[in-house]
């Protein structure tokens, strides 16, 4: 086309369809490996994993239940998870989702209702910088009192 630039799809952009769906009266006893969208309403026994890391969503609705890890980019949880949350991208907690596992995530969104029994650990977008440390010499015992009495020695 003339004249009509197309810009590139950010790879971490969510997907919006449905690829996979595991139905209300569903039960998976195993490991599920899927790119795209997923969809759960039944119950999944064994951890979800993404074959991209750039783009593939699962959404759990507040029917679903997941006995085990789910390591996705991005997340949209309103049901049940009992293991850990992995995703390089964004998770949705939302009210009615329950959450028995740490939640890792690089951006997150958690509606009133939700709840997380675990920790919630942020996953830097780079490595952070190590501290170096302050040259001109070292504290012995004592300098912190003797600096506070005379504040003419922090000159």
């Known amino acids: 086309m003339i004249g009509k630039k197309t810009s590139p799809v950010p790879a971490d952009k969510p997907v919006d369809t449905i690829d996979t769906l595991i139905g209300q009266k569903a039960l998976l ?3 599920l490996e899927f790119t795209g969208g997923l969809r759960v309403d039944g119950k999944v026994l064994g951890n979800i994993a993404a ?5 593939s969503t699962v959404v759990l609705s507040e029917l679903g239940e997941i006995e085990g890890n789910v390591s996705v980019p991005h997340v949209v949880v309103n049901g049940s998870i009992k293991g850990n949350i992995k995703s390089t991208g964004r998770v949705e907690l939302q009210a009615k989702a329950h959450v028995n596992g740490d939640v890792h995530y690089k951006a997150v969104e958690m509606e009133l209702g939700a709840t997380v029994n675990g920790n919630l650990v942020c996953e830097p977008d780079t490595p952070s910088a190590t501290l170096k440390p302050i040259s001109g010499g070292t504290l012995e015992s004592g300098d912190l009192d003797k600096r506070s009495a005379n504040p003419q020695l922090h000159k």
């Open 29 to 31: 006893k195993g490991d």
């Open 51 to 55: 074959i991209d890391d750039n783009s």
